[in-house]
T-cell receptor, first 117, second 107 residues
Framework: GAVVSQHPSWVICKSGTSVKIECRSLDFQATTMFWYRQFPKQSLMLMAT?????????EQGVEKDKFLINHASLTLSTLTVTSAHPEDSSFYICSAPPGTRATNEQFFGPGTRLTVL | GQSLEQPSEVTAVEGAIVQINCTYQTSGFYGLSWYQQHDGGAPTFLSYNGLDGLEETGRFSSFLSRSDSYGYLLLQELQMKDSASYFCAVGYQKVTFGTGTKLQVIP
């Protein structure tokens, strides 16, 4: 099946620093990837759609200048949390659709746990 | 906008059957999916209903009624490892998840 990896799996940083999270599709190409955020005991909330070779599209309420997304190749999307603050502490997960319409299945990365001190 | 409502928690006994309901309101509908997520893990796809009716995959079954904007996930022969959160979801590629149901399986 389709495999999506994320790096790092967890990161702790100081308030005010920036953190980059990578999302890779390992055995398929993904022109589109999606970034989600999940706070404890809550559902996954879509943050943005990462488009290869073009600008990302952000969901309402998500600050595009704070959450920078770059999709430079067909297998890699990065999310940079700029000037992170404690309220940005969350579980960040990326996903990529493998292109099949039959089941609507999405493949998710293992997630990145961000803790901002 | 889109919203999907689920019960927040369900507890069931090992070996039993449990049903997790999902009611939704969406603009544009491409079917209902179900995902399982263990604590600290990523969601994994369980099933998809594009049309009304029941889909069966091993111990898991999922049902959809588009006229009622309703679906459910049925888990049979519950095992301790089934303790997890379960999310219904809508959307093609760009997915909106339900509120989630935390299932606890007890001995």
């Amino acid at each position: 099946g389709a495999v999506v990896s994320q790096h790092p799996s967890w990161v702790i940083c100081k308030s005010g620093t920036s953190v980059k999270i990578e999302c890779r599709s390992l055995d398929f190409q993904a022109t589109t990837m999606f970034w989600y955020r999940q706070f404890p005991k809550q559902s996954l909330m879509l943050m943005a759609t990462s488009n290869e070779g073009s600008k990302a599209t952000y969901e309402q309420g998500v600050e595009k200048d704070k959450f920078l997304i770059n999709h430079a190749s067909l297998t890699l999307s990065t999310l940079t949390v700029t000037s992170a603050h404690p309220e940005d502490s969350s579980f960040y997960i990326c996903s990529a659709p493998p292109g099949t319409r039959a089941t609507n299945e999405q493949f998710f990365g293992p997630g990145t746990r961000l803790t901002v001190l | 906008g889109q919203s999907l409502e689920q019960p927040s928690e369900v507890t069931a006994v090992e070996g039993a059957i449990v049903q997790i309901n999902c009611t939704y309101q969406t603009s544009g509908f491409y079917g209902l999916s179900w995902y399982q997520q263990h604590d600290g893990g990523a969601p994994t796809f369980l099933s998809y209903n594009g049309l009304d009716g029941l889909e069966e995959t091993g111990r898991f079954s999922s049902f959809l009624s588009r006229s009622d904007s309703y679906g459910y996930l049925l888990l049979q022969e519950l095992q301790m490892k089934d303790s997890a959160s379960y999310f219904c979801a809508v959307g093609y590629q760009k997915v909106t998840f339900g509120t989630g149901t935390k299932l606890q399986v007890i001995p």
